[in-house]
């Protein structure tokens, strides 16, 4: 049975498997090797990908997209007429389960084991999601694999090359940076960061403000009132983007109140329209070195992922910086499932005892740190970091706490995330109070355990010192994510459910 | 004879069965191989030819847009640009349907009197396939 890698990303998603000795996009039932990740509800039915984005202006109030910014969000993703609420994981696991459905059409076989990726610096609650979308598409994930990760891989295949790649990824919704070191067959990230709102989404917006505005300027409406003018304009502004990619100049056209609008545009515009957004990327860049400790010299090769680097600025900007060329050879917008495939037929043939055709071994490292609340010598409550940011995962790390009081009855235990002492900058991912046996003394030692695991989900446990005793485990079910038991609903609910 | 004439007739349906399933098995690898050939006649298009058609195809929407001199020369120009794509195996689709999401993209939407919801109102850009990929949909403003 094929096992299949999944790009799910904010604006389009692609399927890959490997059959041969290199790893192939499936083809959606379009005949398309992207599939838009847009749901639109056509009377209650819903309809993904393609022709779902086709239809996206007629039903404005009924389609839904970039769901992955609201992933480990708590609300609804969209509400439907009778008032049905549905959660960014049920909007996820629609468009899992025709990226399922038509991969397995190609394949003449039925998919159910997938790997999906995430952005690195995903935090646990949004890997979680992920995970439960894929669940409650009906699928089996065998794993989630961070999309740079993915990215090195593909890239790596093509050249069986050792060295330090830094992978520049600029898609739809998200924007990261990783630097990792490749060893034949071995990834291990070194630093990893990068911007959740940040993405060829925000080019169409400042796109869409230019455009808007001159319409005014024409006499014309302020399109962007209405949902159904900003829909329009969206989707004129996305593709005059792409134009202006192999084109010096474009127009844009949008309709409103009956009259047809016309504003062209250069590439030179749109590149000073949009110049912070690319000075921001520059900035993570350099910040990602830094913490990965290296200068240019040091990097070996470039990658630029994502659909947004096809934007001459993109490679123009990297070079400069770079003073070298980034590489090509891959679809910028295919890499990531390329390598989530190869690391599916790795995962796959690992659970079935066989051997992988591409075997690759994957480290990842946690984007954030991990630790708990504790008094300092001032007596002073702080975060205290258990396990670091840039940790190679799977880790586990220990830290040894004491009471302070004698026959201390309890204590308040704290899962937080952030790098900072200072708790103002720190969530608190779990908070919960630990019973403690009686006669304890004074100063009695308190282990904590914490454990990342390969997904880069969270476990903590709090042991006694002196017996080893548990104290308890920590599930880290945090308030944004699903229970057990609502995922359990939603798969039923979806089992039947036809996706058109 | 009628016990040797029934083993005949056994090892002839044995035999017509045997052929029969070959015939199935031979069908299933012509079948199997014409799709791969079309998969890979289908990538070659997509890398080779479809940069140049969408080019082509932008031309055309250039000179759909025209209103200035010469507007005669530049339609017959249009028109042999688009039998050359006919002639390519590239057709146009249909635009007088009322909305095909299949083939079309709503570009926009609008409610208009007279016009039942679903009717395409205006065309923006032609819409191409080949061989029933639509590798372009025609752009089109929909009635609401
Ligand atoms: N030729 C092009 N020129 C400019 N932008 C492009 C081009 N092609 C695609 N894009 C942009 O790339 C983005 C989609 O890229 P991609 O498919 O890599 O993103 P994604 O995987 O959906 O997002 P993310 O990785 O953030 O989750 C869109 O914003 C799209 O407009
Ligand atoms: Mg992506």
Redesign the interface.
Known sequence: MGVIGIDLGTTYSATAIVRGPSPEILENREGERLTPSVVVFENGTPLVGVEAKRLAAVLPDDCVEFVKRKMGEPGAAYVDADGKEYRPEEVSALVLKRLAADASMQLGEEVRDVVVTVPAYFDDARRTATKDAGEIAGLNVLGLINEPTAAGIAYGLNKQQSGVFLVYDLGGGTFDVTIMRVTGTEFDIMATGGDRNLGGFDFDNLLMGHVATRIRDQGGPEVRESDKGEAELRAQCEQAKRRLTSMPQTIVRVSAEGATFQVPVTRAEFEELTASLLARTEVTVDEVMENAGVDWDKIDRILLVGGSTRMPMVSAMVQRMSGRMPDIGINPDEAVALGAAVYADTLGAAAGGAIARIPVAVSDVTSQSLGTIALNERNIAQNSIIIPANSKIPVKREKSYYTVQPGQRAVDFELTEGDDEDLRYVTVLKSTELLLPPGLPDEAEIRVVMAYDIDGVVHAEVFLGATGQSLGAVELQRDNNLGAHAVEQMRNAMRDLEIL | MSEELSEKLDVLTDLFKRRLSDDLDKRKLLEEQARRIQQAE?ALFRDLQLPLVLGVAAVIDRIDRHEGEEREFALAIRDELLELLAVNGIREVPTDTG?D??T???????AEEGSEPGTVL?V?NRGYARHG???R?ARV??A?
Do not use: I, K, Q, Y
Not at chain 2, 104 to 110: D, F, G, K, V
């Open positions: 289908g909305f999401r299949a079309h993209e709503a570009a926009a939407a609008r205006e923006w990929w639509v590798f949909p403003v929909v609401l």
